[in-house]
T-cell receptor
Framework: NAGVMQNPRHLVRRRGQEARLRCSPV?????VYWYRQLPEEGLKFMVY????????ESGMPKERFSAEFPKEGPSILRIQQVVRGDSAAYFC????????????FGSGTQLSVL | AQSVTQLDSQVPVFEEAPVELRCNYS??????LFWYVQYPNQGLQLLLK??????LVKGINGFEAEFNKSQTSFHLRKPSVHISDTAEYFC??????????FGGGTRLMVKP
């Protein structure tokens, strides 16, 4: 009975490299959300996806960031040409439907940019 | 736009004492309200939620919260805390959009 699985748990990148964060939702959940937590702050919404579709990306930076949730496989949050300001904890959450009442969070990926 | 304010960034308290973590929100529409707990190096766990009905909501681990529409508050309470309650607590609102809006968090530090 696995919950939301995120990997890697910790990711270290040098400035200019790419970061790929993976999220496997709860089995049967077709809705995935990505949130970012900067140090000493609360979580900020980034993007909401359903299978093969981006529903809401209003919280995602316009450049360097992209997300996908393919028909098969995990959801991927991709950050190109990382900068130090991208250092944060990235959390994925999934739900069975289009609401936040039954949201399950993963343990997060801590991205550190050197 | 909606916002969530958690007035206290840190709350130190002795074990077995009562605690209240404050949360105020602003929204022009009806909202759903949530409290999450984050233990060190872990993801968020749902403590409790208010969707409708009784304004006093009971959650896990002995926590409860009261929705006060006139004061736009949703304070979290526990009558007697344990060392194991030491964690970060986040209040969040959902106005039936696609996202939760989180407060900045309150670090509860329970001392022996």
């Amino acid at each position: 009975n696995a919950g939301v699985m995120q990997n890697p748990r910790h990711l270290v990148r040098r400035r200019g490299q790419e970061a790929r964060l993976r999220c496997s939702p709860v089995k049967g959940h077709s809705h995935v959300y990505w949130y970012r937590q900067l140090p000493e702050e609360g979580l900020k919404f980034m993007v909401y996806l359903q299978k093969e579709n981006i529903i809401d990306e209003s919280g995602m930076p316009k450049e360097r960031f992209s997300a996908e949730f393919p028909k098969e496989g995990p959801s991927i949050l991709r950050i190109q040409q990382v900068v130090r300001g991208d250092s944060a904890a990235y959390f994925c959450a999934s739900s069975p439907g289009a609401n936040n009442e039954k949201l399950f969070f993963g343990s997060g990926t801590q991205l550190s940019v050197l | 736009a909606q916002s969530v304010t958690q007035l206290d960034s840190q709350v130190p308290v002795f074990e077995e004492a009562p605690v209240e973590l404050r949360c105020n929100y602003s929204s022009s529409v009806s909202v759903y309200l949530f409290w999450y707990v984050q233990y060190p190096n872990q993801g968020l766990q749902l403590l409790l939620k208010y969707l409708s009905g009784s304004t006093l909501v009971k959650g896990i681990n002995g926590f409860e919260a009261e929705f006060n529409k006139s004061q736009t508050s949703f304070h979290l309470r526990k009558p007697s805390v344990h060392i194991s309650d030491t964690a970060e607590y986040f209040c969040a609102v959902d106005n039936a959009g696609n996202m939760l809006t989180f407060g900045g968090g309150t670090r509860l530090m329970v001392k022996p």
